[in-house]
């Protein structure tokens, strides 16, 4: 009988062990997380990008933010979102490409320079997030759309 009973008990925890605790992926409070970037600016100048963007001083839950690691920078080459959309992590990853990671400057203001290269698309939209130093990500920024001005191409005519 004892030999039924541990059979018994041993199937319960084989059946019953893998249902126990929290199940999907670990999810940090959203009260920890950085506030997303503030006013992203991008501008045509002589065929590159100037970004421009205000650095979140608060989490979320409305708590001073401290020191940031990195800000990430991505861009949509093609199928840019309407005007207006809420951007989300799965979206942006597999629509844009990250154009390149920062050091977070300490002061409130951040700046890039971006260059889409000669042959480069003539419209780009761009939006960023940063990371705090246990690794936080903040929601991306809304979308800063530009169009690109590229100089006139010069002609050698030496020939």
Known sequence: MTKQLAKLLLGLLVVAGPACGRKGPLEVPQGRVPMA????????????????????AKTVSGRPLGP????????????IPAAGTSLSTSMVEKSARLAHRLV???????????????????????????LDRKGRASDFSPLAVVAIVRPPAVLDRTT
């Open 104 to 130: 977070a400057d300490p002061s409130a203001a951040g700046s890039f320079v971006f260059d889409p290269g000669p042959s480069g698309p003539e419209r780009l939209a761009f939006t960023a997030r940063v």
């Open 68 to 79: 940031l690691a990195e800000v990430e920078i991505w861009v949509f080459e093609r199928d």
């Open 37 to 56: 970037i503030e006013r992203l600016l991008a501008v045509a100048r002589d065929g590159r990008v100037v970004l421009e963007w205000t650095n979140p």
